[in-house]
């Protein structure tokens, strides 16, 4: 009898299954707005006192924050600011909203309005705009918990201060802030918390153009005024700023104006319309690559590194366009020279073509003859001696390698290039040198 029964009832309860999970379903959805109604009626809730303290105290209220950081959109050094997206979330315990979740079926009632609920003042004491998501509907919710937990979330979008210190721009580190406080609930009344176990999530997939996301950490700032003192959040959000891209559109472009301007010094010094052209546009095109980068960023008052490397950069090619004027100015001092040379060449073969020691004639006509004396006396041989001297030490000096091989080139002109061809690219590896491991090696010194 026992095998036949059984099939029976496992039919009989599949029948009636779903339409008593329905008719449940259907009876706690109604139990919802009786919570409701028995909670949040009139003359039950007042939304303007707040939650009692832990443990039904009178102390402060707890709140517990956590974010989420869905993106950051830019990050400007011009205003100092960045915009961030996030959802924001609070948590608190209001004993006065406690209900009977029956059994545990109702886990949780949700509000779509703020209003209906005591709410923490917090606001955002760092920030310049912001708003809220409305569409499709309002992105905000509270969520209250059988114990009279509540959780309030919301979608946000902000625009923040973030005072950076450029000193070492484009080589730095930025540290941005966001800062959330008590508007007018002292720490007396309303204390914020971090949520315990990962107060902040960062979306894993953050892109950001030209800084990367190093880390960030949370910390507590409570603010004391002549009200008062006020509870206060805060995560500092650690940018490096990438380095890439200014290696490829300013120290590159840059060393390679410097370069070209060094091709004037191979350049022959007659050929003076090409050496001044070269020299002039590297020099324009050097102070324009120049003040394009300074209109990309504020008007600090202290130097920054891209300031050392623009302005040396631009001495270098200043120089080189002075290194010309220097060579034109030997060029017609060599020219002069030379022109005094070629007139006074033939008096020289004349006066060298008459034999020193022929006769000497008298105006009469007569030959006049140096006599030598017989006897030579003490201060003839003295003077021989002084002679002889002065000849071992006008005698010339062995040359070294660097004025020797100078000597191969005739006129200063020539010589002023030759040197500035060596000179000023190892005076520009040496500044590199320094630069670069003055700056890369360099602790960050961080925001003041």
Request: charged share 20%.
């Amino acid at each position: 009898m026992w095998p036949g029964v059984l099939p029976l009832l496992v039919l009989l309860a599949v029948l009636l299954h779903p339409s008593r999970c329905t008719q449940i379903k259907v009876n706690f959805r109604e139990k919802e707005k009786q919570v409701l109604d028995n909670i949040l009626g009139p003359g039950r809730y007042d939304a303007r006192i707040r939650p009692s303290g832990e443990n039904g105290t009178d102390g402060p209220a707890i709140v517990r924050v956590n974010l989420f950081v869905r993106s950051i959109a830019t990050i400007s050094d011009i205003k100092m600011e960045y915009s961030v997206q996030l959802t924001f979330r609070e948590q608190w315990l209001d004993e006065r909203l406690r209900f009977n979740d029956f059994g545990g079926r109702l886990k949780y009632l949700t509000l779509t309005e703020a209003n209906r609920v005591w709410m923490p003042d917090l606001f955002f004491s760092n920030e310049k705009e912001g708003h809220f998501h409305n569409i499709i509907m309002p992105n905000v919710y509270i969520r209250i918990f059988p114990n009279g937990s509540v959780l309030y979330s919301i979608r946000i979008s902000l625009t923040l201060s973030c005072p950076m210190n450029l000193k070492l721009y484009p080589l730095d580190r930025q540290i941005c802030s966001l800062r959330m406080a008590s508007y007018g609930w002292t720490t007396d009344d309303l204390v914020f918390l971090w949520k315990e176990g990962d107060p902040v999530q960062v979306v894993k997939n953050l892109h950001l153009p030209r800084f990367t996301l190093e880390k960030f950490l949370t910390d507590y700032c409570n603010s004391k005024t002549n009200t008062g003192e006020y509870s206060c959040l805060k995560v500092d959000l650690m940018f490096k700023r990438e380095f890439s891209y200014y290696l490829i559109q300013i120290y590159i472009p840059c060393c390679m104006l410097v370069i070209v301007s060094w091709v004037s010094f191979w350049l022959d010094q007659s050929a003076v319309p090409a050496r001044v052209s070269l020299g002039v546009t590297t020099l324009l095109t050097m102070a324009t690559q120049t003040s394009g980068i300074n209109a990309s960023l504020p008007p600090v008052s202290y130097t920054k590194a891209i300031d050392v490397w623009t302005g040396v950069c631009l001495t270098f090619v200043f120089g080189a366009l002075l290194e010309f004027a220097l060579v034109n100015y030997a060029s017609r001092s060599d020219m002069h020279s030379d022109n005094i040379k070629k007139q006074f060449a033939p008096e020289m073969e004349h006066s060298s073509s008459i034999d020193p020691s022929s006769e000497l004639l008298e105006p009469d006509g007569s030959a006049n003859f140096a006599m030598k004396p017989l006897v030579r006396h003490p201060e003839d041989s003295m003077s021989m001696d002084k002679l002889q001297q002065c000849e071992i030490h006008m005698q010339p000096r062995k040359k070294n390698c660097c004025r020797s091989w100078l000597s191969k080139f005739p006129t200063r002109s020539k010589r002023i290039d030759v040197i500035s061809r060596i000179f000023f690219p190892i005076v520009f590896a040496l500044f590199n040198l320094v630069y670069w491991s003055t700056y890369l090696f360099r602790e960050e010194e961080g925001n003041e």
